[in-house]
């Protein structure tokens, strides 16, 4: 289905094609179709899938009526960065990625995410971009190198260390992008309670690269929790974490996980 909604929407292509729109439009109302007629036992099986999906923040919900907008963020399926109503922890990590590469190298990128904590904390990420090709070949290939602008959010009582991109390291510096992929720097901006740690992370076709971000990060003793968010449109991660050099949890994040160490 991805390969045939891609080739509608970029093949011959046209300032003011509706190839995209009618295709998709066409698709919209076969579910609409589909949903209407299923059965009562298809639309309980729909109804759980919708659930899980909220669950995991693949759905994301905005109304305009402020009471029931009220209600959705409660649930956390608003989209923003603040934790699920009642959590309480003290580190929390949230990597954001954005493709700008104008292609589809999402679809064969993998990460896997390990974070080590001592008195000092060191997230590393590694990617894997399996793509064939660098870049995309319409219409039987999309993805290409993948060009990654790459967030990390953290507490904002977090003071970074470092930051390094394969063997280069970064130095923090504000990004102009007016020059394009500037990746000799990273910057930090402040927003509530978050910081976030922006750069570029380029990730070639057949090749693998690590993020390697060293920061300090306040602690009361020897206890310590994290909130760790997954990005919504990632389908899950391996993640590792590491605490005063005792593994504490290893497992697949495929939604907002509190991991707790007493």
Do not use: H
């Not at 390969?3 to 292509?13: C, D, P, T, V």
């Not at 059965?39 to 109304?63: F, H, N, P, Y």
């Not at 000799?184 to 380029?202: M, S």
């Not at 909130?227 to 990632?234: A, D, F, H, M, T």
């Amino acid at each position: 289905f991805y390969n045939l909604a891609q080739k509608y929407a970029e093949s011959g292509f046209f300032p003011g094609s509706t190839q995209k729109r009618d295709f998709l439009g066409a698709v919209g109302e076969a579910v609409k179709w589909r949903v209407r007629t299923a059965s009562w036992r298809e639309k309980l099986g729909m109804a759980r899938i919708v659930w899980d999906q909220l669950q995991k923040k693949q759905i994301l919900i905005w109304v305009k009526e402020q009471r029931i907008e009220a209600k959705v963020k409660r649930f956390g399926w608003g989209g923003d960065l603040g934790p699920s109503a009642g959590s309480g922890f003290g580190d929390y990590l949230y990597i954001v990625e954005s493709n700008l590469g104008a292609n589809k190298a999402n679809c064969c990128v993998s990460r896997e995410v390990v974070q080590e904590v001592g008195e000092e904390t060191k997230v590393t990420i590694k990617y894997k971009n399996t793509n064939e090709f660098a870049n995309p070949k319409p219409p039987l290939f999309w993805g290409g190198n993948y060009i990654d602008y790459l967030r990390v959010v953290v507490p904002k009582t977090v003071e970074v260390k470092s930051v390094r991109v394969g063997d280069r390291q970064l130095t923090e510096k504000q990004l102009d992008n007016q020059y394009g992929i500037q990746e000799d720097r990273y910057q930090v901006e402040e927003k509530d309670q978050f910081k976030t740690i922006g750069f570029w992370a380029v990730v070639p076709a057949q090749n693998s690269v690590s993020v390697e971000l060293v920061y300090a990060l306040p602690r009361l003793g020897k206890t310590y929790s994290v909130l760790v968010k997954r990005q919504p449109g990632i389908e899950g991660f391996p993640y590792k974490l590491v605490v005063d050099g005792k593994l504490v949890f290893s497992g697949v994040v495929d939604r907002d996980l509190i991991i707790d160490k007493n």
